[in-house]
């Protein structure tokens, strides 16, 4: 059974920093695609940053590029988001999301197939 866990939420001011964890088990394949999204309150859940668990190909989206850094410690099964410079629109519940690589489709941009419950991150102003 597929489990993602997220954990490194909280309470954090302007300007801080947050390092979420995801920590991911039960895989049966090995091209798996991790995902962080992320969900304000009243809005639609949106795509924060993605990454290959086989060869470490990355992105982020504009709104976090230069202050977030995904990662990955295969031998720990775990994958980082780490976050700077937070600001209080970044204020979200953070998921952790997996899928199977697919070729026809760039990675994290079809349905996930499996999701961890989230965890929060309030930054305030």
């Known amino acids: 059974e597929v489990q993602l866990v997220e954990s490194g939420g909280g309470l954090v001011q302007t300007g801080g920093s947050l390092r979420l964890s995801c920590a991911a088990s039960?895989?049966?394949?090995?091209?798996?695609?991790i995902g962080w999204f992320r969900q304000a309150p009243g809005k639609e859940r949106e795509l924060v940053s993605c990454?290959?668990?086989?060869?470490?190909?990355?992105f982020s989206a504009d709104s976090v590029k230069g202050r977030s850094t995904i990662s990955l410690d295969n031998a720990k099964s775990t994958v980082y988001l780490q976050m700077n410079a937070l600001k209080p629109e970044d204020t979200a519940v953070y998921y952790c999301?997996?899928?199977?690589?697919?070729?026809?489709?760039?990675?994290?941009?079809?349905?996930?197939?499996?999701w961890g419950k989230g965890t929060l991150v309030t930054v305030s102003s």
């Open positions: 999301a997996a899928e199977r690589f697919k070729y026809d489709v760039p990675m994290c941009y079809s349905d996930m197939d499996y």
């Open positions: 990454i290959n668990r086989g060869d470490g190909v990355s």
């Open positions: 039960g895989f049966t394949f090995d091209d798996v695609v």
